[in-house]
């Protein structure tokens, strides 16, 4: 098997643990925070969006400077930094006995992680260009995999086993997929020819990429595809109870309706990832945009679970074709040496995304319901894709 087939097989399954790692505590976090003592329904969904967004505060901050390290020292070594750290993290998390000490060690987690930017840039740079399209969405559908597919295991688990354990084996799969890459990943990096280039500093470093206009366009996208798709998630439990009711499967529909589009993405990544690299990434990115619009809109008006399961696997295969576009067009346009701090700055664009989505959804869930957070998502994707075709398209023209 060639080098970059193996690489992209164990960070795959990487992307798959440290992403379910994030977003696993969904389906039980509004018990678990109740469990911890906050009882009031409104501050029980407050501290829920802040604590699920806390993580993505500081990965915001800390990416690019992840960045900065990966393309002076090598990619690898920041990929085993953040996995074995995030490891450690998730695991105190089960030892957590209020939401402030919760809260503090999700922003700890989003401090250290930058594995999902580092395996990026390793795959991206040690793929051959022909395949850079196939590679992102197989990438891509680990990543958002596990995103999805995090919560449907999180409600599994949590109606056999205690909260706090489900983070103890988070912890250790983590750092399985971190001794994986240890011992499997091979990195063709060029460490002598890295030091020579001038350290500059990450603001420097976010300037010489803003000379390339498709880059901050493509930021720009990452952001707002985060943002809207994340709006509502935090507070699916709350939806899907509305229409299911109390009863002791609950956090298994809520994991089953949050992951449904994993099962559907994980089969439509690397499809859309392949048919890019023959049609290009614009069109398919314009073309998911648009299909996620369509998909996210209409549940916004479902009754029950079975039609926001259907609704949410269609959402999946388009959500399948917009990152991987995205990460396939920055390889396009990065220049040489500056790969992993784009990729860096695009995770801190995708964090920021993460954490005012959900901190926004809460807030103003109160003035236009949760079906109304389904609407405003659809309303940003429609936006989305008209900026894509002024900024990628057109121009490309």
Not at 163 to 191: N, P, Y
Request: net charge positive; hydrophobic share 50%; aromatic share 12%.
């Amino acid at each position: 098997m060639p080098r970059w087939k193996t690489n992209l097989i164990v960070l795959w399954f990487g992307q798959f643990m440290a992403t379910s790692g994030m977003s696993m505590i969904i389906p039980f976090l509004p018990s678990y925070i109740q469990e911890l003592g906050i009882t009031d329904p409104d501050e029980v969904a407050i501290w829920t969006s802040i604590v699920f967004a806390g993580n993505f505060l500081t990965a915001f901050l800390f990416q690019p400077l992840w960045g900065k390290l990966g393309d002076r020292y090598g990619r690898k070594i920041m990929i085993l930094r953040s996995g074995f750290g995030m490891s450690i993290v998730v695991a105190l998390m089960g030892f957590a006995t209020n939401t402030w000490q919760l809260l503090i060690l999700r922003l700890l987690n989003g401090t250290i992680s930058g594995y999902i930017p580092a395996s990026t840039s390793l795959v991206s740079t040690n793929t051959p260009r022909e395949h850079i399209g196939f590679a992102m969405g197989i990438m891509q559908s680990g990543a958002v995999a596990g995103t999805i597919l995090g919560p449907f295991i999180g409600g599994l688990l949590a109606n056999f086993v205690p909260f706090q354990t489900i983070f103890f084996i988070t912890g250790g799969l983590l750092c399985i997929a971190s001794l994986l890459v240890l011992f499997l990943v091979k990195e063709k990096f060029d460490k002598k020819k890295a030091a020579k280039t001038p350290n500059i500093s990450v603001l420097q470093g976010f300037q010489d990429l803003r000379k390339v206009p498709q880059i901050p366009a493509l930021f720009s996208v990452t952001f707002i595809i985060q943002f809207s798709l994340l709006s509502v998630m935090p507070l699916m439990a709350i939806f899907v109870q509305g229409m299911h009711g109390n009863s002791e499967w609950l956090a298994f529909y809520v994991g089953l309706v949050s992951s449904i589009t994993g099962f559907s993405n994980m089969i439509a990544s690397p499809l859309l990832g392949k048919l890019s690299d023959r049609i290009g990434s614009e069109k398919i990115l314009f073309i998911a945009l648009l299909g996620a619009a369509l998909t996210s809109f209409p549940q916004a008006f479902v009754n029950n679970v079975w039609q926001l399961l259907i609704l949410r696997f269609f959402m999946g295969i388009f959500i399948g074709g917009l990152l991987p576009s995205v990460n396939s067009l920055l390889r396009k346009f990065i220049p040489e040496g500056m790969e992993s701090r784009a990729y860096g700055f695009n995770t801190s664009a995708l964090a920021l995304g993460n954490m005012l989505g959900p901190i926004t959804g809460g807030f103003i869930s109160g003035f236009i319901t949760i079906p109304g957070l389904f609407i405003m998502s659809s309303v940003l994707l429609t936006f989305n894709m008209l900026w894509v075709q002024k900024t990628l398209i057109t121009r490309k023209r």
